[in-house]
């Protein structure tokens, strides 16, 4: 079983920066792929970012490359997202999540999810 718990969301201006945190509990934390997710307000669950057991592998939504990083440290058991020149269509409610067999950009596949965080970017 893993808990995840968000945090760092936050109201700010357009062109401000965030960076959200995804802490798990569980030993075998280090053993698994984690991703990001974003749901705005009246829209799907779209993926924002994924990173592999070790962190050597990550992948990006095309929209986001460039202005988002994903990174995670193991000895903490702590996932982030390093969100840049945020834009008002950044405004969601963030989650972290974990897949247990694949790294995966594909939410279905992702078993444990934390409760969100919301992020507001106002224009």
């Known amino acids: 079983q893993v808990q995840l718990v968000e945090s760092g969301g936050g109201l700010v201006q357009a062109g401000a920066s965030l960076r959200l945190s995804c802490a798990a509990s569980?030993?075998?934390?280090?053993?698994?792929?984690m991703g990001w997710f974003r749901q705005a307000p009246g829209k799907e669950r779209e993926f924002v970012a994924a990173?592999?057991?070790?962190?050597?592998?990550?992948h990006y939504a095309d929209s986001l490359k460039g202005r988002f990083t994903i990174s995670r440290d193991n000895g903490k058991n702590t996932m982030y997202l390093q969100m840049n020149s945020l834009r008002s269509e950044d405004t969601a409610v963030y989650y972290c999540a974990v897949a247990t067999r694949i790294l995966t950009t594909n939410s279905r596949d992702y078993e444990y999810w934390g409760q969100g965080t919301q992020v507001t970017v106002s224009s």
């Open positions: 990173i592999s057991y070790s962190g050597g592998v990550t």
């Open positions: 569980g030993r075998t934390f280090s053993r698994y792929a």
